[in-house]
């Protein structure tokens, strides 16, 4: 199962070189994928229905509309 770690991304001058010690396994695409997560705030479930498309280059505004 591939594992994505995009705490180097995403943070805002945190430390990411510390150990993964969450992972959230997720249902995509008829597969599974792992996200490296920090901590669980919520849990969605959400109908196909609720996903934009992505837009060219892979960006959107929101992928879920509110």
């Known amino acids: 199962m ?3 770690d995009l705490r ?5 001058g945190g ?3 510390s150990a993964t010690p969450l992972v959230a396994i ?3 695409g008829g ?7 920090d901590a669980v705030c919520d849990i969605l479930k959400a109908r196909d229905s609720q996903f ?3 837009g060219p ?3 959107s505004v929101g992928l879920l509309p509110a």
């Open 2 to 4: 591939p594992l994505v």
């Open 8 to 12: 180097s991304e995403l943070a805002e």
């Open 15 to 17: 430390d990411v070189t």
């Open 26 to 28: 997720l249902k995509y």
């Open 31 to 37: 597969g599974y994928l792992g996200l490296a997560i």
């Open 52 to 54: 934009s498309p992505l």
């Open 57 to 59: 280059g892979g960006t």
